[in-house]
């Protein structure tokens, strides 16, 4: 019973992250048996001597970690994590329909550019799910 209690509050969980730590969050937060995701983007960076291909976060400063009410502490303790996005005083769960949308929309080719205000973004994302509407920043 305490397993498909704690599935039916499994969601997405949007973490705030230390500057340029993306990447390594995710790493612990998968170590920890849960799921992340962090959407990136490819670009290519010329330095003086060179040009080079950077693989960048789509939202600078945030991941998704699949994750219940259950798993909010775990995360919290996660090295690198500030806080989790929340809605009013609750940590802001998006749903599996919505993020497999988000996921859908990064694929493809003509979506592949980095927001010019992410953060503006992930509180639109959350708010909609919380009103179980849409996002109008992606239409997921």
């Not at 991941?63 to 940590?91: E, Q, S, Y």
Request: one cysteine or more.
């Amino acid at each position: 019973m305490a397993d498909t209690q704690r599935e039916s509050e499994a969601g997405w969980l949007v973490l705030w992250t230390e500057s340029r730590a993306e990447k390594k969050v995710a790493a612990r937060v998968t170590a920890k048996g849960l799921e992340a995701w962090l959407p990136t983007v490819t670009e290519r960076h010329r330095w003086s001597d060179r040009w080079r291909d950077v693989v960048l976060p789509v939202f600078p400063g945030y991941l998704f970690a699949r994750g219940g009410n259950g798993d909010v502490h775990r995360l919290l303790r996660t090295p690198g994590v500030l806080t989790i996005v929340k809605a009013g005083d609750k940590p802001a769960v998006l749903s599996d329909t919505f993020v497999h949308a988000l996921r859908h929309h990064w694929s493809s080719p003509e979506s592949w550019h980095t927001p010019s205000n992410s953060s503006t973004i992930i509180t639109c994302m959350t708010r909609s799910s919380s009103r179980k509407g849409h996002c109008p920043a992606c239409g997921a």
